[in-house]
Structure formats: C-alpha cells, structure tokens
C-alpha cells in the first residue's frame, strides 16, 4: 500500500489558494481513478482506490497545514508503512508555475507542512511530488503569494497540470519518478 498526502487547509474560504494545491491534485487524481468516496479518518479526509496495481491511500490532513503530520503519523503507523510508502503533493515556491519534480527527502524548506511530516515521522525521507506555483519575487510577499488564489489568468495552467499529474500518476505508482516527470512535462508543454 502506498499513502498518498495532499497538503493544504481545510477552510472552504482557502480551497482555491496556491498553499492548497496539493489538496487539489489529489482530489484529481481520486475523481481520475474513481477512488472511494472521501470520508473522515486520522484527523483527516481519506479515500482509497488502486492505481497500476498498487493500493493507494489518499489522505488530506484537516489539521492545517503547520500540523499536517498529526493526521500523516497515524495514517502510516496504522499500516505500518515504511517512509518510501509515502508521498507528499505540495506547493513549491522554488519551481515555476506548471512545473513538477519528484525527490526523496531533503529538507523543508520552510515549508510547515514538510516541517511538521518531518516531526512526526521522524525523518524528512518519504517522496515528495513538488507542484511549482512560482516565487513572488521577494521574500516579503511570499505569504500572501502562497495564502492567494489562484488567479483566471493561473487556470489553463492548473488544470493542465492537475490533469497530467493524474494522467501520469500510474507511473508513480510504479516507482518511476522520472517518467512520471516526463509525463507531465509533456502533457503540459503547451499550456506554459
């Protein structure tokens, strides 16, 4: 079994905004793959289906973003999962927009969702899928940046990018990162 995390926060005002695009590929990839419908579990929003043969947890913590790991800890320790069974989607400010990287570990970059994972796990080695949503230019603005909507003019992008990741999503079900990247990049090339 693989788990699968969207980071993001629960408030309905906040769905649309950038910090919650991981929430938002999941729910893609869920609707994609005909995932069971979400319910309430580990302090979060979970639905399962199976992708390339592999079972998939998803998980959306509901604890906000800063304690994302109180719902991800349980989840893993329930299936006793190892740190490489887990994924995490989340905004990257260091990628632009549209642009995807996969990477194992690392660290979080001041990202309070990645910081809390790390906390609970015990170690920053689980995957991670970055979805670029660009830098706002200075460090002064990146909270607004990240806490903003995205804007009419950001929507051919997203969804082309929403889509591929769940297009390309058996190829990370398989352990094939790269090809995932590749994937995606080519499915979104023309909507950069």
Known sequence: MLLWVGLGNP?????????NIGF????VIADHHRFSPWRQRFKGLVAEGSIAGQKILALKPMT????????VQPAAAFYKLPLEA??????????????V???RGGGAAGHNGLRSMDRQLGSPEYWRVRLGIGHPGHKDRVTGHVLGDFSKDDRPWL?????????AAPLLAQ????DFMTRVALLTQETR
């Open 159 to 167: 969804v082309a990018l929403l889509d591929a990741v769940a297009d």
């Open 11 to 19: 408030e309905p005002g906040m769905a649309r905004q950038r910090h």
């Open 101 to 103: 990287r996969v990477k």
């Open 175 to 178: 352990g094939k990162p790269e």
């Open 86 to 99: 887990i994924t995490a989607f989340h905004d990257e400010l260091d990628l632009a927009p549209g642009k």
């Open 64 to 71: 906000y973003m800063n304690a994302s790991g109180e719902s």
């Open 24 to 27: 938002m590929a999941l729910d």
